[in-house]
């Protein structure tokens, strides 16, 4: 028996409040999710009859917690398909995933004259990395930009590709334009030229296709606040015959297997790649998030969401002077908008005075908000709880600004 | 003209009158467009107040010790942020706006919705108005 979308809401009790005196209406997922009571319990079981340090100690704390640790390793390589469990890494979230790859990656694989290919579209946290990487290892970081629709230009890609090409990082959803890149085929191009690729699926992976193995992903890496679990954990999956290959990114307890004044040797995976001690009870609540996930039917979890976005979208095309970015062929998740004439900072501003919680300016996103010339966008972001009444109340609300600042 | 603390009261007891966030915003808005406009020379990049997310200029003199200035920005919210500091500051001795205490943002609550950026545009508004009443002092006003 799968779980109903629309019991959904009710499992969030967050939602449940007033902001400014208005039923609180959270259409800021892109940001963070909200968490479900049953990760918020787990968070509190944890340290209220558990918490112990994990892979130390011989007790029978530390041996339920290390327990309980590697469960939700399990459970996040089953959500992925990861081949093996110790190809998941857990981290602090999608930045500190991609900041591991850089180095280590860089260090041991990016010599001068290299290429890194990443895109127009990506957040800063999978551009600056690869951007100070190549500066470090003397490499040429290479851009590919996105057309008039969002999207990205696969025969231009394919052009870019070449036997100096090291590595390519790329999202699977955009967070500022919600556009779902052909990931499938940007890796199966990479690979034909032998180029590994990182997928950032920090937007994608709660709520579209998120097998590792069937697009053949090298890297796969996300964060769990916005899919529902804690803050603080976050996901670092790869190959493991790349694992192997790397070199450590952080090093401490943990991760060592012998030390002496003059050498280590490092410990297997995963914990090669888990210096010092880790966030184990957000670990737990993030397989506690993903068991929460998988009551649902994946397919008709995404249908629900596509029909939200599509009505959401189509609202807001009715609003006089309102543009949306982008027109992919294929959105998850994003409205982003403006209205003529004012700013994206006003409008956030008024909308929470109402209730409705929007993030507004760059996201992190600076690249596409110069191509598009623009300082910022209004960005209205979708989850699983959310529902046609919140879209109606954002439309209403836009329409409510527009009367405000426009007389 | 009615000094600092006055005008305060005369604030707080309008925004008194209105019943919720959106009629106070309007209100506020409504106080931004009827701010006198800025000279558009002077909205140039050395007026430009760092430390905002969106742009304001402040264009400040200095008379007889007493602190005229002109502003203006591109938030209409922002705005009327900035008119309400000028209905308080604008014509004011310098050393009466290097002492006053600004009480009243916080106590009608409204620069909450927007000081969770990472730079808090009202304390650089501010201090940057302070920046200019000591020089203006400076000057022997
Ligand atoms: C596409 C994308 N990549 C990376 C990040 C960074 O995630 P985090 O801040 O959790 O490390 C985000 C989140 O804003 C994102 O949307």
């Known amino acids: ?407 | 003209m009615p000094g600092i603390q006055e005008l305060q009261k005369d604030l707080s007891d309008d925004f008194a009158l209105l019943a919720n966030w959106e009629e106070k915003y309007e209100y506020l808005i409504e106080m931004g467009m009827d701010m006198p406009a800025m000279k558009p020379e002077s909205k140039v990049d050395e007026n430009l107040v760092k430390g905002c997310q969106s742009s304001v200029w402040f264009d400040v003199k200095c008379q007889d010790g007493i602190l005229i200035f002109e502003a203006d920005s591109d938030s209409l919210v922002v705005k009327g942020m900035v008119a309400m500091l000028h209905k308080l500051l604008n014509n004011q001795p310098a050393k009466e706006v290097l002492e006053a205490e600004l009480s009243v943002f916080e106590e009608l609550g409204l620069w909450r919705h927007i000081s969770s950026q990472r730079s808090n545009g009202l304390t650089a508004m501010v201090a940057h108005l302070r920046a200019e009443a000591v020089d203006c002092l400076a000057k022997g006003g």
């Open chain 1, 1 to 407: 028996m799968t779980k109903d979308i629309h019991s959904a809401r009710a499992d969030f009790p967050i939602l449940k409040q007033s902001v400014n005196d208005h039923p609180l209406v959270y259409l800021d997922n892109a940001a963070t999710t909200q968490k479900p009571q049953v990760v918020i319990d787990a968070l509190v079981d944890y340290y209220t009859r558990l918490n112990a340090n994990i892979h130390r100690g011989n007790h029978s704390l530390a041996v339920q917690a290390t327990e309980a640790y590697e469960r939700a390793r399990r459970k996040v390589a089953g959500y992925i398909n990861a081949e093996r469990n110790h190809e998941v890494i857990f981290t602090r979230g999608t930045t500190e995933s991609i900041n591991l790859l850089a180095y280590t990656y860089g260090e041991k694989f990016v010599q001068a004259g290299d290429e890194v290919i990443v895109t127009q579209l990506e957040h800063h946290s999978n551009y600056v990395p690869w951007q100070q990487m190549c500066l470090r290892r003397g490499a040429t970081f290479r851009i590919l930009p996105f057309n008039e629709h969002g999207e990205l230009d696969l025969a231009l890609f394919e052009r870019m590709l070449n036997e100096k090409t090291r590595l390519v990082a790329v999202n699977h959803v955009s967070n500022s334009l919600g556009t779902v890149n052909p990931i499938e085929e940007i890796i199966r191009l990479a690979h034909a030229h032998e180029v590994p690729v990182l997928v950032d699926a920090a937007q994608s992976v709660q709520h579209i296709a998120h097998d590792v193995q069937s697009m053949d992903a090298d890297f796969y890496v996300f964060s769990g606040h916005k899919m529902y679990g804690p803050m603080g954990i976050g996901i670092f999956y790869g190959k493991e015959k790349w694992l192997e290959a790397l070199p450590p990114f952080l090093s401490g307890g943990e991760m060592i297997d012998s030390v002496t004044p003059e050498k280590v040797t490092f410990n297997v995976l995963p914990y090669k790649f888990e210096a010092g001690t880790p966030n184990v009870a957000q670990a737990i609540g993030l397989g506690v998030a993903v068991d929460y996930l998988k009551q649902f039917d994946p397919l008709e979890l995404q249908k629900y969401e596509e029909d939200l976005l599509a009505y959401g979208l189509n609202l807001l095309s009715e609003i006089p002077d309102l543009i949306i970015y982008g027109s992919p062929s294929h959105r998850s998740g994003i409205l982003p908008f403006n209205v003529n004439g004012i700013q994206h900072y006003d409008m956030g501003v008024l909308l929470d005075t109402m209730g409705i919680a929007v993030r507004t300016g760059q996201h992190c996103t600076q690249p596409i908000m110069d191509a598009l010339h623009i300082s910022g966008t209004v960005r209205a972001s979708l989850a699983l709880y959310n529902n046609r009444e919140d879209l109606e109340k954002l439309a209403d609300g836009v329409r409510r600004v527009i009367k405000m600042l426009k007389r």
